[in-house]
């Protein structure tokens, strides 16, 4: 009898605990459907940092994102359409460091970097030091279709872009007061002089700034998208605002093809968040690929290969979220945190923030 009591207690928990299973993380995305993977930064993003109206708020930043790449692949649109589209609202979204939310150098400016490539040309267009142009993710696509070259710099790069169309700004619109405030912060902590409140930005606050988040949260942030069309091509974009307080026209690993961005239809697309100096020196993104294309590794071990291995012994920081064509998902990070999300056609956005969660 008792033996029979305690079954019939266990079997009417049975319902319970399996509700209280976390939904499982999709790895693979059927054939024929799109699929999206897109990261807003790695850093130091803990729970006890984050007020939960913060917290809500960057999931419903990339939440808005997502959904504005979904939008282009549920009207056939291609990958690189739908990259563009999505990394556009992130940088206009100034709680991500890209465009309107990009950290400050320590001279006080905002240089912003970005790269795009097509998994299936193998063609790619990056920019790097931007001031003036609205989006810079639109430019490095405008560089890939519209030039006979990758990569262009500082004004050369705006002054392509006014040729091509694109918006250009004011350098004061890309001024936010939350990462002027951190650039201020970071200057003391250095002990190097800080620089004057740029022209064009509003007056200072009359009182002071609460720092919502720790000063590490988007020390190395960088917002990235990869995706897959209903074609089966792969493309991948990545747009920053760089490293704070960052000096003699330091560049990352954002807008280099191979170390932080990399698309091919014969391997994966990565899009890599993190010390860039790290990632150049690993050519992240291209030596995750070749994992996947030569060693035959699955998309998420070469991921874990290239993060908690390569890169944790070098002690660099960061994470990458990848896609093959075939369909495979991933992402990685050693971070405390890494903004991402996933979403498969058909299917539900699958989020996280912290280390904790799926």
């Known amino acids: 009898m008792r033996n029979q009591i305690l079954l019939?207690?266990?079997?009417?928990?049975?319902?319970?605990?399996?509700?209280?299973?976390?939904?499982?993380?999709?790895?693979?995305?059927?054939?024929?459907?799109?699929?999206?993977?897109?990261?807003g930064g790695a850093g130091v993003i803990e729970r006890s940092s984050m007020t939960p109206e913060r917290d809500a708020a960057y999931r419903a930043g990339l939440d808005h994102?997502?959904?504005?790449?979904?939008?282009?692949?549920?009207?056939?649109g291609s990958a690189v359409d739908a990259v563009e589209a999505g990394l556009k609202v992130l940088e206009d979204d100034p709680l991500f460091n890209a465009g309107k939310g990009a950290v400050f150098t320590a001279d006080?400016?905002?240089?912003?970097d970005a790269a795009i490539m097509d998994g299936k040309t193998m063609r790619a267009g990056s920019v790097a030091g931007v001031t003036r142009t609205k989006n810079p993710i639109s430019l490095a696509k405008a560089v890939m279709e519209k030039s006979q070259f990758v990569m262009l710099s500082g004004a050369g790069a705006d002054q392509f872009a006014a040729s091509v169309g694109l918006q250009q700004v004011d350098p004061s619109y890309f001024f936010t007061e939350e990462r002027w405030?951190?650039?201020?912060?970071?200057?003391?902590?250095?002990?190097?002089?800080?620089?004057?409140?740029?022209?064009?930005?509003?007056?200072?606050?009359?009182k002071p700034i609460a720092q919502l988040e720790t000063s590490d949260a988007h020390k190395w942030g960088t917002t990235g998208i990869v995706v897959r069309d209903r074609a089966g091509n792969i493309a991948a974009g990545t747009t920053t605002g760089g490293l704070t307080g960052k000096r003699f026209g330091r560049i990352g690993d954002s807008p280099i093809i191979g170390a932080?961005?990399?698309?091919?239809?014969?391997?994966?697309?990565?899009?890599?968040?993190?010390?860039?100096?790290?990632?150049?020196?690993?050519?992240?993104?291209?030596?995750?690929?070749?994992?996947?294309?030569?060693?035959?590794?699955?998309?998420?071990?070469?991921?874990n290969e290239m993060i908690d291995h390569q890169l944790t012994a070098m002690k660099g920081d960061g994470g990458v979220i990848a896609m093959t064509p075939d369909g495979?998902?991933?992402?990685?990070?050693?971070?405390p945190g890494m903004f991402r999300a996933r979403l498969v056609e058909g299917g539900k956005v699958q989020m996280g923030i912290y280390k904790d969660e799926p």
């Open 8 to 39: 019939t207690l266990c079997l009417g928990l049975m319902p319970f605990a399996v509700a209280q299973q976390p939904t499982p993380l999709i790895t693979q995305a059927p054939a024929g459907k799109w699929a999206i993977v897109m990261h």
């Open 65 to 76: 994102a997502i959904h504005a790449a979904a939008s282009v692949l549920d009207a056939n």
């Open 108 to 112: 006080g400016k905002n240089d912003l």
């Open 181 to 206: 405030q951190g650039l201020v912060r970071y200057l003391k902590e250095q002990g190097l002089p800080i620089p004057p409140r740029p022209a064009g930005a509003p007056p200072p606050p009359t």
């Open 260 to 303: 932080g961005t990399y698309a091919s239809n014969d391997s994966c697309g990565v899009s890599a968040t993190g010390t860039g100096e790290y990632f150049i020196r690993l050519t992240m993104a291209r030596s995750i690929c070749a994992l996947v294309q030569y060693k035959t590794m699955s998309l998420q071990d070469a991921v």
């Open 328 to 335: 495979q998902i991933a992402w990685g990070f050693n971070t």
